[in-house]
């Protein structure tokens, strides 16, 4: 392929080194000083505590082992690691060349996991391989954020005023979306759907055309909500009575239990480890409600903890955009915020679900949920903003000085 060559090219030549050094920092040194660096790693390595703590007595009970979850989790920690080592050295342009290419190969999984995919829950939405499952929803949402903020730079001109420039990148990626809502996963599909037509707003498109988006955004969801009928027994439940009266011990199970985790765990929690629910009593304790598994044994201040550690990364994420903009570099800059978006946004939504203001979407909590696709291709993303920030760190400081 056209890019991998160039790949190879760009690797033997001189250039490789001097991007590695840009501004006279290597790009192991930017890493180091990046105040992303921290927040991430808190994010993750609490993760794996309380993966550890809301996994065990199911591993135990399934698979005989206590650290099974952990294990796993701690194998999918360290290929993203190694993984996210490649990314950083790859340089931004070459990213944008790839994106079509990666798109394209996304889609290509999401029709596999179709046909070969592994049932989970009446769900087709993971592929074998080994003794591990790849979801190829969760690398198709990068693709379609690096695919469209690729888009926008060769059309940025016509974005703003040819409606047919805008039209474009959202059908062809709804198309993509409508894969995903066939495995089924809506919420994966809303979320990304979400994150394109923000990334469109930044793009430039009217506030009319952003509106309409919208509005058909809503219409889109409501289509696939009234198409199956658990989404309209789950979207019913959800804007039902209080799920304590109506169906407690049915329909509205799992959310009465996170709810119940909540009330127990207070201002501080119970205590690492400690907390009951996750005995069985609270379904899928160590992936999408791992959330209420934190608020029972750390409390509110646990809690919100957390969430200021999230609001971190989506503060730098855009930071890293605008300085972006800043220095010219729109690709980095639309990336940037694309991902920034779709951090917050799905932690923002497994918290809403996680106390009811929203319906149960099926999403992991960024680094944090056990989780193999989802933490591998977060590390990726987030290997992606800090090779931006490496980037675009020396060009903005020579823009800089060149003002004063």
Same mark, same amino acid.
């Given at each position: 392929?056209?890019?991998?060559?160039?790949?190879?090219?760009?690797?033997?030549?001189?250039?490789?080194?001097?991007?590695?050094?840009?501004?006279?920092?290597?790009?192991?040194?930017?890493?180091?000083?990046? #105040? %992303? =660096?921290?927040? *991430?790693?808190? @994010?993750? !390595?609490?993760?794996?505590?309380?993966? /550890?703590?809301?996994? $065990?007595?199911?591993?135990?009970?399934?698979?005989?082992?206590?650290?099974?979850?952990?294990?796993?989790?701690?194998?999918?920690?360290?290929?993203?690691?190694?993984?996210?080592?490649?990314?950083?050295?790859?340089?931004?342009?070459?990213?944008?060349?790839?994106?079509?290419?990666?798109?394209?190969?996304?889609?290509?999984?999401?029709?596999?996991?179709?046909?070969?995919?592994?049932?989970?829950?009446?769900?087709?939405?993971?592929?074998?391989?080994?003794?591990?499952?790849?979801?190829?929803?969760?690398?198709?949402?990068?693709?379609?954020?690096?695919?469209?903020?690729?888009?926008?730079?060769?059309?940025?001109?016509?974005?703003?005023?040819?409606?047919?420039?805008?039209?474009?990148?959202? #059908? %062809? =990626?709804?198309? *993509?979306?409508? @894969?995903? !809502?066939?495995?089924?996963?809506?919420? /994966?599909?809303?979320? $990304?759907?979400?994150?394109?037509?923000?990334?469109?707003?930044?793009?430039?498109?009217?506030?009319?055309?952003?509106?309409?988006?919208?509005?058909?955004?809503?219409?889109?969801?409501?289509?696939?909500?009234?198409?199956?009928?658990?989404?309209?027994?789950?979207?019913?439940?959800?804007?039902?009575?209080?799920?304590?009266?109506?169906?407690?011990?049915?329909?509205?199970?799992?959310?009465?239990?996170?709810?119940?985790?909540?009330?127990?765990?207070?201002?501080?929690?119970?205590?690492?480890?400690?907390?009951?629910?996750?005995?069985?009593?609270?379904?899928?304790?160590?992936?999408?409600?791992?959330?209420?598994?934190?608020?029972?044994?750390?409390?509110?201040?646990?809690?919100?903890?957390?969430? %200021? =550690?999230?609001?971190?990364?989506?503060?730098?994420?855009?930071?890293?955009?605008?300085? /972006?903009?800043?220095?010219?570099?729109?690709?980095?800059?639309?990336?940037?915020?694309?991902?920034?978006?779709?951090?917050?946004?799905?932690?923002?939504?497994?918290?809403?679900?996680?106390?009811?203001?929203?319906?149960?979407?099926?999403?992991?909590?960024?680094?944090?949920?056990?989780?193999?696709?989802?933490?591998?291709?977060?590390?990726?993303?987030?290997?992606?903003?800090?090779?931006?920030?490496?980037?675009?760190?020396?060009?903005?400081?020579?823009?800089?000085?060149?003002?004063?």
């Amino acid at each position: 392929m056209k890019f991998l060559q160039e790949w190879f090219v760009w690797a033997k030549s001189g250039e490789a080194k001097k991007r590695q050094t840009a501004g006279g920092r290597s790009i192991s040194r930017s890493v180091y000083q990046s #105040a %992303l =660096l921290p927040v *991430v790693m808190t @994010l993750l !390595l609490f993760g794996l505590v309380m993966v /550890a703590s809301a996994s $065990m007595p199911i591993a135990e009970r399934l698979y005989h082992d206590p650290f099974h979850y952990l294990t796993r989790q701690l194998i999918f920690a360290t290929l993203g690691f190694l993984l996210g080592l490649i990314v950083l050295q790859i340089p931004l342009h070459l990213w944008e060349k790839m994106s079509p290419a990666l798109l394209l190969g996304s889609a290509v999984l999401l029709v596999l996991v179709l046909l070969v995919g592994v049932k989970v829950n009446g769900a087709s939405r993971w592929i074998p391989i080994g003794p591990f499952r790849l979801q190829p929803s969760e690398f198709t949402k990068l693709a379609a954020y690096l695919y469209l903020a690729s888009y926008l730079v060769r059309h940025r001109d016509k974005v703003s005023t040819d409606l047919a420039a805008v039209l474009r990148p959202i #059908a %062809l =990626l709804a198309g *993509v979306s409508v @894969l995903i !809502l066939v495995e089924p996963d809506l919420g /994966a599909a809303f979320v $990304m759907m979400a994150v394109v037509i923000g990334m469109m707003w930044l793009g430039g498109v009217k506030p009319s055309q952003f509106a309409l988006f919208i509005l058909l955004g809503v219409l889109f969801v409501s289509i696939a909500i009234m198409m199956e009928p658990f989404r309209m027994a789950r979207m019913a439940s959800f804007l039902g009575d209080d799920p304590f009266l109506v169906d407690p011990k049915g329909k509205n199970y799992q959310i009465t239990q996170a709810l119940i985790a909540y009330g127990r765990g207070g201002w501080q929690g119970l205590g690492l480890g400690e907390g009951l629910q996750k005995l069985f009593y609270l379904p899928e304790a160590h992936t999408d409600f791992i959330l209420a598994v934190i608020a029972e044994e750390l409390g509110l201040f646990g809690t919100l903890s957390v969430v %200021l =550690l999230f609001s971190l990364v989506v503060w730098k994420a855009f930071q890293i955009a605008a300085r /972006a903009s800043e220095g010219h570099q729109p690709f980095a800059s639309y990336l940037a915020y694309g991902i920034g978006i779709w951090i917050g946004l799905q932690a923002l939504i497994n918290l809403l679900v996680n106390v009811n203001l929203a319906p149960t979407k099926g999403l992991t909590l960024p680094l944090v949920s056990y989780g193999g696709s989802s933490l591998i291709v977060m590390m990726i993303a987030i290997a992606l903003l800090m090779r931006i920030e490496f980037e675009v760190g020396p060009i903005v400081e020579r823009k800089r000085r060149g003002n004063r």
